[in-house]
């Protein structure tokens, strides 16, 4: 019996997978000189992990791995490996089950050997979440409106100086002396006014 693709498991995160296989050393990142790309390969430890999980639930294959060769009932594997102990397998009554992260393991597992390794252009913003962005865009939209206010403020007082001086004409300078003199003839008219 095999898994064919539309027996594909829920993936609750494929890229996060990805990254548990990179960093538990079933999969790794592998330049193919014969195709001048960087892809996915499955190492040792596994194909150790993916025959093993094979013949424990009675599959010659998963999804679209490799399969495994006629009669072939055992397989070269770590003595340190328990698949029930790390969480692959369950014990049932007849045979060993599927846990659903070894489900997730070995289809992300078999989906990524030889696919192309797509490198994400860093200088590209991710787009920001809908609350966020809506806020961003908001905020942007405000922040124009306050810089109009400001410059229309701005030409009203330049406007308003312009006119009050045309009223009012231009402000002579006047110096201390004729400060001097001006208080001078009015507090003569005060004395004046007083002795009558």
Avoid at 118 to 134: D, E, R
Wanted: aromatic content about 10%.
């Amino acid at each position: 019996m095999m898994f064919f693709k539309s027996n594909t498991p829920t993936i609750v995160d494929y890229d996060k997978t990805k990254s548990e296989l990179l960093r538990l050393g079933w999969l790794v990142e592998i330049y193919d000189v014969e195709a001048n790309k960087s892809i996915y390969d499955i190492t040792n430890i596994g194909y150790q992990y993916y025959f093993a999980i094979c013949m424990k639930v009675g599959r010659d294959q998963m999804f679209t791995g490799p399969r495994l060769s006629e009669g072939q009932t055992t397989a070269f594997i770590h003595e340190d490996i328990d698949l029930v102990e790390e969480g692959y397998l369950v014990d049932g009554i007849d045979c060993e089950k599927l846990t659903p992260k070894s489900a997730e393991y070995l289809y992300v597992l078999t989906d990524l050997h030889g696919k192309e390794i797509i490198i994400k252009n860093q200088n590209v913003k991710a787009p920001k979440s809908g609350a966020m962005n809506k806020i961003g865009k908001y905020s942007g939209v405000f922040m124009k409106g306050m810089q109009k206010v400001s410059e229309v403020a701005r030409e009203y007082d330049k406007n308003s100086t312009i006119a009050t001086r045309n009223v009012w004409g231009k402000k002579k300078k006047s110096s201390s002396r004729r400060k001097t003199s001006v208080r001078k003839r009015r507090y003569g008219r005060l004395r004046r006014k007083r002795r009558f």
